[in-house]
């Protein structure tokens, strides 16, 4: 079992950036893929970005590409999410979640771990 906690949320103005953390407590880190899905008000949760248990393979959904980027570093149990030239539909809740296994990176369902939560906001 792993605990989430993100940080790094914030408002910021279009065209700026933020760097999200995802902090895991528990043993196996190293043995989870690591994502990051956000919901905005309204709407359904989306897939953004995901990266299996040793860092070596990144997926990103097409409206974050050349944008975002994932990292891990499993001697800190930690996940980072960098986001660059944010953009007002970037406004959400970012989740970060684990999973077990080695496939199905863009399915939320397959994450049984999740963390609380942090607020994106970014304006015009």
């Known amino acids: 079992q792993v605990q989430l906690v993100e940080s790094g949320g914030g408002l910021v103005q279009a065209g700026g950036s933020l760097r999200l953390s995802c902090a895991a407590a528990?043993?196996?880190?190293?043995?989870?893929?690591m994502g990051w899905f956000r919901q905005a008000p309204g709407k359904e949760r989306e897939f953004v970005t995901a990266?299996?248990?040793?860092?070596?393979?990144?997926y990103y959904a097409d409206s974050v590409k050349g944008r975002f980027t994932i990292s891990r570093d499993n001697a800190k149990n930690t996940v980072y999410l960098q986001m660059n030239n944010l953009k007002p539909e970037d406004t959400a809740v970012y989740y970060c979640?684990?999973?077990?296994?080695?496939?199905?990176?863009?399915?939320?369902?397959?994450?049984?771990?999740w963390g609380q939560g942090t607020q994106v906001t970014v304006s015009s």
């Open positions: 979640a684990a999973k077990i296994g080695r496939s199905y990176y863009y399915d939320g369902d397959k994450y049984a771990y």
């Open positions: 528990g043993r196996t880190f190293s043995s989870y893929d």
């Open positions: 990266i299996n248990w040793s860092g070596g393979s990144t």
